[in-house]
Each structure stands twice: as C-alpha cells, then as structure tokens.
C-alpha cells in the first residue's frame, strides 16, 4: 500500500498528465455505454468485414507485451547486468501492454456476457480459449515478478527463491501469447491473407522490434525526466536487438510478396494489391501502406549503421519510425485487409467510426495510465538511482 500511495503525489505536470488521461477514458467509456446501448452497429464494422481497429489494436499490443522478454532473457539467463537497470520497465511495460490486449478483445465482443462465456463454457479445442489462458497467465506471471521485484527493492532484502522458476516460465509463455494470436488468424482458412506458415514468426519478429523500440523511448523519456540516464550499454543492446528483429520482419514482408505475386494467384494477391496499390477502386488503406514501408526502410538505414545507431537522437528517431510502421502494418493493414475482398468477391470499404476511435484512445489511455503509476511508484521507491544496478535483481540472475 505505502508504494501504490507514492503514485498519487507528483508535479503540476504530472497531475495535468494524469488529468488529461482520465478526460481520454471517460470519452472512451462513455462512447462504450453506448456501444452497448446500440450494439457493435456504431462501429465501422460489418457483416463483410467484421474486425476492425479494436482486434487491430489487440494484435499490435500481444506484440509490446511479448517483447518483455528480450530484456529478461539477457539479464536472467545470461547476467547482463546492464540490464538490470531496466529490467523492471519492460515487466511494467508488459503488465500495461496485456491489460490493454484484454480491453480490446472485451469491447470487440460487443457484450461482456460473452466474455463470461468463455470462462463459464471452456473450450479446449477453441484458440480463443487458449488465447484467454496466454494472455491471462503472462499478465499474472510479470505482475508478480514485478511486484515482488518492488517489494525487495524497497526493503533491502534478496529475493525469495521461488519467484525464479516464475521468471525462467514467463519467456516461453512471452512467445506464446504471439503465437497463439497468430494461429488464431492463420487457422481460418478463408483468408488467404493470413493462411501462411509464416504467420506466427513473423508476428514474433514484429513484437521484437516494436516493443524494444518503445521500450528504448520510455527509457529515454525517464531518464530525461528524472536526470538519470538509463546507461548507453543498455539502450545500445536494445537497439541492436530492434535492429536485428526488423530485418527479419521486412525479409518475412517480402517473402509473403514474392509469394503471392511471382505465383499469380488471385486469391493471395488481391489482399496485398488491396493495400498497396488498391482493388476495385478503393484505396484507402494505400497511404498508409506506403508510409509504413517508408518508414520501415527509413529506420532500417538508421539502424544497420552502428554510428548512427549508436546516436542517442538517432536511435530514438529510427525507434520511433519502427514503432509506428509497424502499428501501421500490424495495428491497421494485416487485420483490415484480410477481409479483402469477401468470398463473393466483393470489397467492403471499411473505416472506424468516431466512437470506434475514441474507445480506441480510451483503451490506449488507460494502458497509459497504468504505466504511467507504475512508473511512478518504481521511481518513487528507488528515487534518482532508478536505473542503478539493483543487488537484489543481480542474486535472482545468479
């Protein structure tokens, strides 16, 4: 309780934040009360095209969650202690990313009696039913490692030892909960768009990239806010690993064009010229496309230049461009144009509406929200040394 109260007390501009986040949430659940008041007819959804920004958003976020592992996987298997600095951020990161997952799929399903359905009726032969089980299970485990991690941090005292099983258990489910996801996409035979082997690794490449990205940001913002930078090492190895990562998931990308297009089959191609260069005359999606490619190539020039990534103000530029190409690919295009065109050969022009959007945002703010006040409290408690080297987190790794 004494740190949870430390998230209460702060700056003028850190109330304005919280401030302006709580507005977001209550725009965001007001126009939920009338989705349920309407029905899922408010949306930019419809019969054809069915998932829309919500399960989008989902998709991108399993990514950021899942990415915590590339910084737990170097520092507790392997004691790269540089990364105990940081360590606790991306656990935090991770709690905020899969909140936001579950509010996603929550407000898709349009009804929360539904939610309760698949509680009260398991499935085992469901995906959802598994997925439910992943994303459960890898909030509850990095909770926990988290939690524990504070609580020694603020006493002084080593860790017990039964919260490293928990911590050697949470990097493969990290790879689960985006596996999962893929193969709840995949699994569905009459989208052409998602039914590729490479479904699942490519989405592991992406939350590689994209959440390290973030990760590398955050750690740049904290350090600048609190005069405490988080350590060159640390964000260099991170860079390195979003570099790596993205010329995996453009290499995959190009894969799955080469594929569909050198083999001319109308099913596989029409999704991706659908996004690209647009199908029957609708184009909406191309823009978007076209930067989200832009800024993939960008980045990577930035990035496969050791100088220039080891540039603090060109590291945060390249981050940032992964970061947003991917939301753009993953968090608009993959979803959306799966759809494209239906089995009767139609296109169905599909864009959120404004109570779409501002649920959207809602969610985003409160997955804001939580990370901003556990932020806090891991500031508060370690005070200036947030980023020193913790003894405590150093006996876990040995």
């Given at each position: 309780?004494?740190?949870?109260?430390?998230?209460?007390?702060?700056?003028?501009?850190?109330?304005?934040?919280?401030?302006?986040?709580?507005?977001?949430?209550?725009?965001?659940l007001?126009?939920?009360?009338?989705?349920?008041r309407?029905?899922?007819?408010?949306?930019?959804?419809?019969?054809?095209?069915s998932?829309?920004?919500?399960?989008?958003?989902?998709?991108?976020?399993?990514?950021?969650?899942?990415?915590?592992?590339?910084?737990?996987?170097?520092?507790y298997?392997?004691?790269?202690?540089?990364?105990?600095?940081?360590?606790?951020?991306?656990?935090?990161?991770?709690?905020?990313?899969?909140?936001?997952?579950?509010?996603?799929?929550?407000?898709?399903?349009?009804?929360?009696?539904?939610v309760?359905?698949?509680?009260?009726?398991?499935?085992?032969?469901?995906l959802?039913?598994?997925?439910?089980?992943?994303?459960?299970?890898y909030l509850?485990?990095?909770?926990?490692?988290?939690?524990?991690?504070l609580?020694?941090?603020?006493?002084?005292?080593?860790?017990?030892?039964?919260?490293r099983?928990?911590?050697?258990?949470?990097?493969?489910?990290?790879?689960?909960?985006?596996?999962?996801?893929?193969?709840?996409?995949?699994?569905?035979?009459?989208r052409?768009?998602?039914?590729?082997?490479?479904?699942?690794?490519?989405?592991?490449?992406?939350?590689?990239?994209?959440?390290?990205?973030?990760?590398?940001?955050?750690?740049?913002?904290?350090?600048?806010?609190?005069?405490?930078p988080?350590?060159?090492?640390a964000?260099?190895?991170?860079?390195?690993?979003?570099?790596?990562?993205?010329?995996?998931?453009?290499?995959?990308?190009?894969?799955?064009?080469?594929?569909?297009?050198?083999?001319?089959?109308?099913?596989?191609?029409?999704?991706?010229?659908?996004?690209?260069?647009?199908?029957?005359?609708?184009?909406?999606l191309?823009?978007?496309?076209?930067i989200?490619?832009?800024?993939?190539?960008?980045?990577?020039?930035?990035?496969?230049?050791?100088?220039?990534?080891?540039?603090?103000?060109?590291?945060?530029?390249?981050?940032?461009?992964?970061?947003?190409?991917?939301?753009?690919?993953?968090?608009?295009?993959?979803?959306?144009?799966a759809?494209?065109?239906?089995?009767?050969?139609?296109?169905?022009?599909?864009?959120?509406?404004?109570?779409?959007?501002?649920?959207?945002?809602g969610?985003?703010?409160?997955?804001?929200?939580?990370?901003?006040?556990?932020?806090?409290?891991?500031?508060?408690?370690?005070g200036?040394?947030?980023f020193?080297?913790?003894?405590?987190?150093?006996?876990?790794a040995?």
């Amino acid at each position: 309780m004494f740190m949870f109260e430390k998230a209460l007390t702060g700056s003028r501009g850190y109330r304005l934040w919280i401030l302006g986040l709580l507005l977001l949430i209550t725009a965001g659940l007001a126009c939920y009360l009338l989705q349920l008041r309407y029905g899922l007819a408010i949306t930019g959804m419809s019969r054809d095209v069915s998932w829309g920004l919500y399960i989008a958003q989902f998709t991108f976020l399993v990514g950021v969650a899942a990415s915590a592992v590339m910084v737990v996987l170097p520092y507790y298997l392997h004691h790269f202690q540089e990364f105990a600095r940081i360590t606790i951020l991306g656990e935090f990161l991770a709690v905020a990313s899969v909140t936001m997952c579950m509010l996603f799929i929550f407000v898709d399903m349009g009804q929360p009696a539904r939610v309760f359905n698949v509680l009260l009726y398991p499935t085992p032969h469901s995906l959802m039913f598994w997925d439910m089980i992943s994303l459960g299970g890898y909030l509850v485990l990095n909770a926990v490692i988290a939690l524990v991690t504070l609580r020694t941090e603020r006493e002084g005292v080593p860790p017990p030892g039964w919260i490293r099983p928990i911590i050697l258990l949470s990097m493969p489910w990290a790879v689960s909960i985006h596996t999962v996801t893929a193969f709840l996409y995949c699994g569905l035979p009459g989208r052409p768009l998602w039914l590729t082997a490479i479904l699942a690794p490519r989405f592991l490449a992406s939350a590689f990239a994209a959440g390290p990205a973030l990760l590398i940001l955050l750690c740049m913002l904290v350090g600048r806010l609190t005069k405490s930078p988080p350590g060159r090492g640390a964000l260099r190895k991170l860079g390195l690993i979003v570099t790596y990562a993205m010329v995996i998931n453009v290499f995959f990308v190009l894969m799955e064009l080469f594929t569909a297009f050198y083999s001319a089959i109308p099913e596989d191609e029409q999704p991706l010229r659908y996004l690209f260069t647009g199908l029957q005359g609708h184009r909406p999606l191309v823009p978007w496309m076209w930067i989200s490619m832009a800024l993939a190539a960008a980045s990577l020039v930035l990035l496969i230049v050791p100088r220039w990534r080891q540039d603090d103000k060109l590291l945060a530029m390249a981050c940032g461009m992964v970061f947003f190409s991917l939301w753009i690919d993953k968090g608009i295009g993959l979803i959306v144009a799966a759809f494209v065109p239906s089995p009767l050969g139609a296109v169905t022009a599909y864009a959120p509406s404004l109570p779409e959007v501002l649920i959207s945002l809602g969610i985003w703010a409160i997955g804001a929200f939580i990370l901003t006040l556990l932020y806090k409290i891991a500031l508060s408690v370690r005070g200036d040394s947030l980023f020193a080297p913790d003894v405590a987190l150093v006996e876990v790794a040995k």
